[in-house]
Antibody, heavy 121, light 106 residues
Framework: QVQLVESGGGVVQPGRSLRLSCAASGFTFSSYAMHWVRQAPGKGLEWVAVISYDERDKFYADSVKGRFTISRDNSKNTLYLQMNSLTTEDTAVYYC??????????????WGQGTLVTVSS | EIVMTQSPATLSVSPGERATLSCRASQSVSSNLAWYQQKPGQAPRLLIYAASTRATGIPARFSGSGSGTEFTLTISSLQSEDFAVYYCQHYNNWRPFFGQGTKLEI
């Protein structure tokens, strides 16, 4: 069965960095684009970044552009999110999510359990 | 940029009753719309995709309808496990656009 397991969250001071990982199993990881989606406490879902299956294409939300970097290692079936210059606004649960192509569009068919990032002094 | 607007923000319904949740897109998204359910402390779960197709394992009491800019998620007879937050979502040019969510409460 498909599993996505995030790790790397924790408490970090403003201005510092953190790297999240998402270990994938149960599907051909190298064939799918992958996303990071976050959710601040008590708030809705906010898309963060996407990476194509072959790492050629990467896109970011304006709120993280220039500070966050998405990457993947298909040999390790792992997705990453390098987060630099963190602010309190980045405090959230971070989910990795797999998309499924249906017709001409995509849907999130599997999500990880999330990892909590708390930015606080 | 496409904006997805859900209404109401909170819906109070009794178990066994019918719940109707709405989602409006700022421009036509054809039938490219999904609904997700999220319970406290859990990740979102795909319920409906392509506006009206139930995802694997989703009970028949969940149904989706609509196209263009107006969409509806209907839960025909609410069970206790259905009380959660529901999000609609459209996907375009590599990125998803989520609604702000509707909290379905008892």
């Amino acid at each position: 069965q498909v599993q996505l397991v995030e790790s790397g969250g924790g408490v970090v001071q403003p201005g510092r960095s953190l790297r999240l990982s998402c270990a994938a199993s149960g599907f051909t990881f190298s064939s799918y684009a992958m996303h990071w989606v976050r959710q601040a406490p008590g708030k809705g879902l906010e898309w963060v970044a996407v990476i194509s299956y072959d790492e050629r294409d990467k896109f970011y939300a304006d709120s993280v552009k220039g500070r966050f970097t998405i990457s993947r290692d298909n040999s390790k079936n792992t997705l990453y999110l390098q987060m630099n210059s963190l602010t309190t606004e980045d405090t959230a649960v971070y989910y990795c999510a797999k998309v499924r192509l249906v017709g001409a569009t995509y849907y999130f068919d599997y999500w990880g359990q999330g990892t909590l990032v708390t930015v606080s002094s | 940029e496409i904006v997805m607007t859900q209404s109401p923000a909170t819906l109070s319904v009794s178990p066994g009753e019918r719940a109707t949740l709405s989602c409006r897109a700022s421009q036509s998204v054809s039938s490219n719309l999904a609904w997700y359910q999220q319970k406290p402390g859990q990740a979102p779960r795909l319920l409906i995709y392509a506006a009206s197709t139930r995802a694997t394992g989703i009970p028949a009491r969940f149904s989706g309808s609509g196209s263009g800019t107006e969409f509806t998620l209907t839960i025909s007879s609410l069970q206790s496990e259905d009380f959660a937050v529901y999000y609609c979502q459209h996907y375009n040019n590599w990125r998803p656009f989520f609604g702000q969510g509707t909290k379905l409460e008892i």
